[in-house]
């Protein structure tokens, strides 16, 4: 099971990456543990400087955007 963490304090780029990615978990029909990680402390445990950030499976997929549907989708398979 994939574990997928989406970062960002709750600026609107965090919510919508996280609303494009539970989209994209749903199509692809993923069984994942998804989770919105919003403590600034644990974000900068990735090494991430710029919010949104899609981490997979402990790896930082992107981070200071938010992808397409379609960018996602391949992240995640």
């Known amino acids: 099971m994939k574990k997928i963490r989406v ?17 994209a ?3 692809l029909g993923l069984e994942c543990d998804l989770e919105k990680v919003t403590d600034i402390m644990e974000i900068t445990t990735y090494g ?15 981070s200071g955007k938010v992808p397409s549907l379609d960018d996602l989708k ?4």
């Not at 970062?7 to 539970?22: D, F, I, N, V």
């Not at 391949?74 to 398979?77: C, I, Q, Y």
């Open 7 to 23: 970062l960002g304090p709750g600026c609107a780029k965090c919510e919508e990456l996280m609303k494009l990615t539970q989209v």
């Open 74 to 77: 391949k992240m995640l398979s």
């Open 48 to 62: 991430v400087m710029m919010t949104p950030a899609l981490v997979v499976d402990g790896q930082v997929k992107v």
């Open 25 to 27: 978990v749903e199509e």
